[in-house]
């Protein structure tokens, strides 16, 4: 759309979606992909889920906004259920992940505030990582490729490298409020933190007095096969950041606090004024009423399986194109042995849409709904379009 009106912010492919159905997508010519994008981890139940259709068709015929000066009872229902689902005893809904980042950020620095240290706003973050695109939140994650020529980064963030733990302890400072960090990059390459790094962090944050951040706005919602990613840990944070796949494609994010962690975050300090609107909390709430339906969860473990072991075996049948297979759940990459905006292209040509990352690895993301026969057309295109690669490669080296 190069020309048009808009920003030119977005190196688009040159596709238009007319209409989505189910784990499909189907263009405004009639032709039909196979979506493992799901709108980078959003449309976590597909395209047209009949349960989040009718429940946004059914508050939209009644009430879109009213603004938070007034009781939204749907607002309240999620917000409980959520709370029930998890470590959290507090929630403050947003309209994005980036949104409910800052407010995370603001939680921990005020916290800290009101606990008599008002020096304590630093915040320890790890390379590669990706919280949002504010200027806090580009400041947080720390690539200069989003930094550069937006002016002097944000005080207040140190970061250390992936996994580096003794770094991290090490960059603690009297002026540290709070270690925040992704369960399971997404944007960094689909990189797990491992078990042991998690149990650490927490805890230095309770041996120092900080609090512990986790970024699931990627890497919650069913993403791994449970609720939320650092359960497979067994390790709880103080504050949470989800977004992305609670809104099922509507946009919406939400920051869970303890208690706490809450402390500060008394009546004028915070505010949005879209988030948490009656539309947003229907589907968030229908969404819920699906991922947390009995047997879901187990279901995603087990589909998460025979797409990673499948995946396993193109990768093995194709060293010169995938290196190997990353992540956990329906939240996996492709490490690609050659650049991987080409793999990308080679797998769009198959008529399969996935997402690129860094570290050269290539997401796939289908929604959680995906059927067992899908993953299977999946793994069909992806082996054809590791062939063609392979192919051009051996063709290119006979010249």
């Known amino acids: 759309m190069s020309g048009s009106a808009l920003y030119e912010t977005f190196a688009r492919a040159p596709l238009a979606f007319d209409r989505g159905e189910g784990t499909w997508l189907v263009t405004d010519k009639g032709e039909r992909y196979l979506d493992f994008a799901g709108g980078i981890a959003v449309n976590s139940l597909g395209h047209g889920h009949p349960h989040l259709v009718a429940a946004l068709t059914e508050q939209a015929a009644k009430l879109w906004h009213v603004s938070n000066l007034y009781e939204i009872p749907e607002q309240r229902r999620l917000g409980e259920r959520l709370v029930d689902a998890t470590f959290a005893d507090k929630v403050f809904f947003t309209n994005s992940?980036?949104?409910?980042?800052?407010?995370?950020?603001?939680?921990?620095?005020?916290?800290?505030?009101?606990?008599?240290?008002?020096?304590?706003?630093?915040?320890?973050?790890?390379?590669?990582?990706?919280?949002?695109?504010?200027?806090?939140?580009?400041?947080?994650?720390?690539?200069?490729?989003?930094?550069?020529?937006?002016?002097?980064?944000?005080?207040?963030?140190?970061?250390?490298?992936?996994?580096?733990?003794?770094?991290?302890?090490?960059?603690?400072?009297?002026?540290?409020?709070?270690?925040?960090?992704?369960?399971?990059?997404?944007?960094?390459?689909?990189?797990?933190?491992?078990?042991?790094?998690?149990?650490?962090?927490?805890?230095?944050?309770?041996?120092?007095?900080?609090?512990?951040?986790?970024?699931?706005?990627?890497?919650?919602?069913?993403?791994t096969g449970k609720l939320f990613a650092h359960e497979w840990a067994g390790v709880t944070p103080d504050l949470m950041a989800i977004a992305k796949g609670i809104g099922g494609g509507f946009p919406m994010g939400a920051c869970l606090a303890t208690d706490e962690a809450a402390t500060g975050m008394t009546a004028g300090v915070h505010?949005?004024?879209?988030?948490?609107?009656?539309?947003?909390?229907?589907?968030?709430?229908?969404?819920?009423?699906?991922?947390?339906?009995?047997?879901f969860l187990e279901d995603v473990q087990r589909k998460a399986l025979l797409l990673k072991q499948g995946l396993a075996a193109v990768a093995d049948e194709f060293p010169d194109v995938i290196e190997g297979i990353r992540g956990t759940g329906l939240m996996l990459g492709l490490k690609c042995a050659m650049p991987n905006a080409k793999v990308n292209m080679a797998l769009r040509d198959q008529h399969l849409l996935a997402v690129p990352a860094g570290d050269n690895v290539i997401r796939l993301l289908p929604p959680l709904t995906v059927t067992d026969e899908e993953i299977g057309e999946a793994l069909k295109r992806i082996r054809s379009g590791a062939k063609g690669l392979t192919n051009a490669i051996a063709a290119e080296a006979a010249k």
């Open 97 to 223: 992940g980036a949104e409910a980042l800052e407010c995370a950020i603001k939680t921990a620095r005020r916290y800290q505030f009101v606990k008599g240290h008002p020096e304590r706003f630093r915040i320890i973050t790890f390379e590669g990582a990706f919280h949002g695109r504010t200027l806090a939140t580009i400041a947080a994650g720390g690539q200069y490729k989003y930094l550069e020529g937006f002016g002097p980064k944000v005080e207040g963030f140190d970061q250390v490298a992936f996994d580096d733990i003794e770094a991290a302890e090490k960059a603690i400072t009297p002026d540290t409020a709070a270690i925040l960090i992704e369960p399971v990059q997404g944007e960094g390459g689909i990189r797990p933190v491992p078990t042991q790094s998690l149990k650490r962090l927490r805890q230095l944050c309770d041996q120092h007095g900080l609090l512990l951040i986790f970024d699931e706005v990627q890497c919650g919602i069913g993403r």
């Open 271 to 295: 505010g949005t004024t879209f988030g948490g609107n009656p539309l947003a909390m229907a589907v968030g709430n229908a969404v819920l009423d699906v991922v947390l339906a009995d047997g």
